[in-house]
Nanobody, 120 residues
Framework: QVQLVESGGGQVQVGGSLNLSCAAS????????MGWYRQAPGKQRELVAQ???????YYRDSVKDRFTISRANAKNAVNVQMNGLKPEDTAVYYC??????????????WGRGTQVTVSS
């Protein structure tokens, strides 16, 4: 089994910063892309940032130039540094990873989520 454990959520004021961390553990053969999704109350879950094994990154437009995603492949870990936080960034943030535990088809795994609240 694979587990993704997140940390680093909390409450900050507008313009503040938070760093979210996520580590995957278990019988991992290969970790492909890793990333962060978020879900605000009453809204659909959306992809915030993603990073491939080679380090290629994707950011949704609303977080570009404010969020920076990085990963430590040897540790099966991914971080996202969030600066210049806005009230609209308030959501539960979920770690996501595509992981193969056997040579067959990899599976998407999810963390339990960590709350980020930005107050004005």
């Amino acid at each position: 089994q694979v587990q993704l454990v997140e940390s680093g959520g909390g409450q900050v004021q507008v313009g503040g910063s938070l760093n979210l961390s996520c580590a995957a553990s278990g019988s991992i053969l290969i970790t492909y892309h890793m990333g962060w999704y978020r879900q605000a109350p009453g809204k659909q879950r959306e992809l915030v940032a993603q990073i491939s094994t080679s380090g290629s990154t994707y950011y949704r437009d609303s977080v570009k130039d404010r969020f920076t995603i990085s990963r430590a492949n040897a540790k099966n870990a991914v971080n996202v540094q969030m600066n210049g936080l806005k009230p609209e960034d308030t959501a539960v943030y979920y770690c996501n990873a595509l992981i193969a535990t056997t040579p067959s088809t990899p599976i998407e795994y999810w963390g339990r989520g960590t709350q980020v609240t930005v107050s004005s």
